[in-house]
């Protein structure tokens, strides 16, 4: 439930912003803050989608990813290991680009 309304969140803002703004619609991509917002998008949409897949064809997660000890048979998909990048990406860019706009700011 909690991935549906970050999803449906992040969905409403993007779109609000692409409306109201639509006399800078070019411009939207040239701003760290604004990519960073849509990265998270993405993400939020593939995290509800691997949820939704996973949840619907009710694959025995943990039983896959960790494996008997005689078995070394382990294997993430595809869409495992985009969500898996995409968690590392935004947890940390949000970070870099509030101390690199201030680190900036503080230098006039």
Same mark, same amino acid.
């Given at each position: 439930?909690?991935?549906?309304?970050?999803?449906?969140?992040?969905?409403?803002?993007?779109?609000?912003?692409?409306?109201?703004?639509?006399?800078?619609?070019?411009?939207?991509?040239?701003?760290?803050?604004?990519?960073?917002?849509?990265?998270?998008? #993405?993400?939020?949409? $593939?995290?509800? !989608?691997?949820?939704?897949? =996973?949840? %619907?064809?009710?694959?025995?997660?943990?039983?896959?990813?960790?494996?008997?000890?005689?078995?070394?048979?382990?294997?993430?998909?595809?869409?495992?290991?985009?969500?898996? #990048?995409?968690?590392? $990406?935004?947890? !940390?860019?949000?970070?870099? =680009?509030? %101390?690199?706009?201030?680190?900036?700011?503080?230098?006039?």
């Amino acid at each position: 439930m909690y991935r549906f309304i970050f999803m449906t969140y992040m969905i409403a803002t993007t779109t609000s912003k692409f409306v109201c703004g639509s006399d800078t619609l070019g411009l939207y991509f040239i701003y760290l803050t604004n990519l960073t917002y849509f990265v998270q998008l #993405i993400y939020s949409i $593939i995290y509800f !989608v691997l949820l939704l897949t =996973v949840r %619907i064809r009710r694959q025995n997660v943990e039983s896959r990813l960790f494996p008997s000890s005689f078995s070394h048979e382990s294997y993430l998909p595809w869409m495992e290991k985009i969500v898996w #990048i995409l968690v590392n $990406i935004v947890s !940390v860019i949000p970070h870099g =680009v509030t %101390i690199g706009y201030w680190g900036f700011v503080a230098g006039e």
